[in-house]
């Protein structure tokens, strides 16, 4: 939750300055807002930060709304004098991230991998050939291509151990299927 | 609090309290950084439309941001409001100017109110009146004072339909004019002139300054400014009489096989030939019938006549034949110039037409000189890609282009040191024409004395007031011109009667410094009070449509420069950085057109936000439509905005439910 937040702080004041992207500012909002929807912790203080950020947020783009909800949360001043929210760059710290599955270019599913493994939001793409050790990884930062892996390389960019690299190796030989894939990686990373 | 969404109720409410409490006013006194948003002010048509909608969006998103980041903020508005469709107005409907504009200003600040834009309203300028053009007519006094404000006569384009006079700017690249779409006419008349021309190095080399500004914009001004460094040659007749030219390219010289002299060149008559005379009588006048725009078009078949006289290439002393044809133009550069049809596309077609040698002195690189040379027969089109120099005495082997210790430099080098010539430097910029033959303008203020010349109205009597008793019937001169009782008036140096300057400013006279009324927009006694100015300017986002992109935006920075050189002003350009959302443009802009908003048959391009309309959108969704849409530097088509209107006024209202709905559910 409060990484939504602060995503969408990073991402709207970004938005308003440098190259004014207006309507990606009015997208992150909306994230924000499907967020707080689907938050279950409804009465912490980390979803009542969530709610006056969105507010103070959306006060440029949509004035009378934010200042009509921003009183109903029971302030006096408006919301036009509140200062612009504060980036905690360390909300934004990713605890999981989910990787891309693909056989022979057809998206499979995502599995979530440790965060603390990856250095950045990253996709790996696996294209199955016939065992695992030729399973050539696709792993792309943003649009790019950083490069293709074996199985080995991979697991040393993830700085997987000699351990978690022999289970990994061990639980992919012959395996053809996603559900298989799926399993031997959530269980390589639990 | 309703728990449905309600925008008719909690607009309204917030509106009027946001003025209670003064959220809006610009603070000058407390200590925060400031921050200057403008808008481009609007011009009072009688309409808002979606274009101004999202223009003033834009720039209250950024200044409702920025005060919540700690900012003081001046985000004001005002009325761009002296123009000639007020005058149409009148004559078309018998409705005094003023009155037709103050209404209209009336109507489009009451649609403009309800949309909540944060604009500190105490600021508000209105260019017609009074307290206004005071102001734009002492700096006007400032120009003159400088020596930058000159008397000329001068040809200028004359709208046949408006009776008016067009700046260059006004014409489009059809000859037509901007407003009335009228072919263009050439006349002569006895003008008012600012001397931009004194500041386009300044202006050119100044964009550099403005890293917040678009690329293209400042391309625009670049080739609009069209600086050209050459040389200024001079041939000599066989006669003796010179002939100088100006060239881009000093350095094809060697390669000059004739000269084209324009049709009107005075040197016509001396140099043709008994035989060629009748020819060259008929090329003439058939050329004077022709448009400038129709003359100098690329893709015109090329026509000409031999003079039957020669004249020395300076550099070589070959004879070369002088003809003239139609596509030089006498009012640009010194009306000859010297064809060099191996280098050139268009003498190179010329020399094809009518059978003109063709010497080649630039060959392709890397090749040798004599083995396998480019030689004229065997060019298709003229060689115009870089090469080094050949046939060209002293110069041969120079590598060609206009770079550092290229041949363009060592051309004009060996011309001043031969006395064959001079380097120069040429600008396309023209000297800006302010005076409009009109009467809904600010009146220039100055009075014709048969004594004492040209005197400016001293600074107690200004300003000199608009007459409100006239007579609008659209035809021949200016109304004011025909007001006895207006004109005549005794010279304020010598008391001999005399008489009032008739013709008004341009109207982008007023625009160009209406950015420096707003931080002291009340003052009675200056036009601003330097430290106010000096406090808020530069102006820090300014935002508006591209087509301003020479006019305003060119002409606000010369004001800016000339009011610095004055020491008014601290800063070297007024907008730091620049916006220019895309346009709002009907289907139908293929024509070409602009919208312009005052035109009745283009009122139907235009989406009038009527208030109902505003009442039923509602601002908060109008708003969310006008920017979430699209990127803000793309242009939006109406025709295809206007089937997708109601799905996106859906998809910004039902956003906006959202997000209520999601709160109320807390």
């Not at chain 2, 409907?93 to 209404?103: E, F």
Request: net charge neutral; proline share 6%.
């Amino acid at each position: 939750m409060r990484r939504s937040t602060h995503t969408a702080i990073q991402a709207v004041t970004e938005d308003l300055e440098g190259e004014y992207q207006f309507n990606t500012a009015v997208s992150e909002l909306m994230k924000l807002s499907n967020a707080l929807g689907d938050a279950t912790c409804k009465d912490s203080p980390v979803y009542r930060e969530g709610v006056e950020t969105l507010l103070k947020l959306l006060a440029p783009f949509a004035p009378h709304i934010a200042e009509e909800l921003w009183q109903s949360l029971g302030y006096v001043d408006s919301v036009h004098q509140q200062a612009w929210c504060v980036l905690d760059s360390s909300a934004l710290v990713v605890d999981e991230i989910p990787l891309v599955i693909q056989v022979m270019g057809k998206t499979r599913g995502t599995i979530l991998v440790p965060a603390q493994l990856r250095p950045c939001h990253a996709r790996a793409a696996c294209l199955a050939r016939r065992s695992w050790h030729n399973v050539i990884l696709r792993v792309r930062r943003s649009k790019s291509y950083c490069g293709h892996w074996k199985i080995g390389e991979f697991c040393d960019w993830l700085r997987l151990d000699e351990t978690a690299k022999n289970r990994l190796s061990a639980h992919g030989t012959g395996i053809n299927s996603i559900n298989g894939l799926h399993s031997s990686f959530t269980d390589c990373f639990s | 609090m309703e728990s449905r969404y309600n925008p008719a109720a909690i607009e309204e409410k917030w509106q009027q309290v946001w003025t209670e409490q003064g959220l809006d006013l610009a603070p000058e006194s407390i200590d925060k950084p400031k921050y200057y948003a403008l808008s481009m002010f609007p011009y009072p048509s009688g309409n808002l439309h979606m274009g101004h909608v999202r223009n003033y969006t834009i720039t209250d998103v950024i200044a409702r941001h920025k005060r919540m980041q700690g900012y003081r903020v001046l985000h004001p508005m005002g009325w761009d409001a002296f123009g000639l469709p007020a005058e149409n107005a009148a004559i078309e409907r018998g409705i005094p100017p003023a009155q037709w504009t103050h209404q209209n200003i009336e109507h489009m600040r009451s649609q403009l109110k309800p949309l909540g834009l944060s604009i500190d309203w105490s600021r508000e300028v209105v260019t017609c009146s009074p307290d206004y053009y005071h102001w734009t007519q002492w700096l006007f006094l400032q120009f003159l004072q400088a020596g930058l404000a000159y008397q000329k006569e001068a040809m200028v384009n004359w709208d046949p339909i408006d009776q008016t006079v067009l700046a260059n700017e006004q014409v489009d690249n059809q000859g037509k004019s901007w407003r009335s779409g009228a072919l263009v006419e050439r006349r002569l008349l006895r003008q008012w002139f600012l001397k931009i021309t004194d500041y386009a190095e300044q202006l050119l080399n100044d964009l550099d300054k403005l890293t917040g500004w678009p690329d293209r914009v400042k391309l625009m001004q670049e080739n609009w400014i069209g600086k050209s460094t050459g040389a200024q040659v001079i041939f000599k007749t066989m006669a003796g009489d010179h002939l100088p030219v100006f060239t881009t390219r000093p350095d094809t010289l060697w390669g000059a096989t004739f000269m084209v002299l324009s049709p009107e060149h005075p040197l016509v008559e001396k140099l043709t030939t008994p035989e060629q005379a009748e020819v060259i009588k008929a090329y003439q006048s058939a050329a004077a019938s022709q448009s400038e725009i129709d003359r100098t078009a690329e893709d015109k078949e090329k026509t000409g006549v031999w003079t039957g006289s020669y004249a020395v290439n300076p550099v070589n002393d070959e004879k070369i034949p002088v003809w003239i044809a139609d596509y030089v133009l006498m009012g640009y550069g010194t009306g000859a110039i010297m064809a060099v049809p191996a280098h050139d596309q268009r003498d190179f077609e010329f020399a094809k037409t009518f059978n003109l040698p063709i010497k080649v002195v630039v060959q392709p690189v890397g090749q040798s000189l004599d083995a396998a040379p480019l030689t004229a027969d065997a060019l298709t089109t003229a060689y115009v890609q870089e090469g080094v120099l050949v046939h060209s005495g002293a110069l041969d082997g120079v590598v060609a282009g206009k770079g550092a210790g290229q041949s363009v430099e060592a051309a004009v080098k060996w011309l001043e040191a031969n006395g064959k010539g001079t380097g120069t430097v040429t600008y396309r910029l023209r000297d800006w024409l302010i005076s409009r033959q009109r009467y809904w303008g600010s009146p220039i203020p100055v009075i014709h004395c048969p004594t004492c010349g040209t005197v400016p109205v001293p600074d107690a009597d200004l300003p000199v007031l608009l007459p409100e008793e006239v007579e609008f019937s659209g035809r021949g001169p200016s109304p004011l011109s025909k007001l006895e009782s207006w004109i005549n008036v005794p010279c304020p140096t010598c008391g001999t009667p005399a008489r009032r300057e008739t013709d008004t400013m341009d109207t982008f006279m007023c625009s160009s410094w209406y950015y420096l009324r707003y931080p002291d927009a009340g003052n009675p006694g200056q036009a601003f009070d330097p430290t106010k100015v000096n406090d808020w300017m530069p102006v820090d986002q300014y935002v508006g449509g591209i087509e301003h992109a020479i006019l305003h935006l060119l002409y606000s920075r010369f004001f800016t420069k000339v009011l610095r050189d004055r020491g008014l002003l601290k800063v070297d350009e007024p907008f730091s950085r620049l916006l220019t959302q895309g346009m709002v443009q009907a289907a139908t802009y293929k024509i070409r057109r602009r919208v312009s908003i005052s035109h009745l048959n283009t009122l139907m391009l235009l989406i009038p936000v009527i208030p109902t309309q505003v009442r039923n959108w509602k601002s908060s969704t109008k708003k969310c439509l006008s920017l979430s849409t699209m990127a803000l530097t793309r242009r939006m088509c109406w025709q295809s905005m206007g089937q997708i209107l109601r799905a996106c006024l859906f998809c910004s209202k039902h956003r906006l439910k959202k997000i209520w709905n999601g709160m109320m559910q807390m």
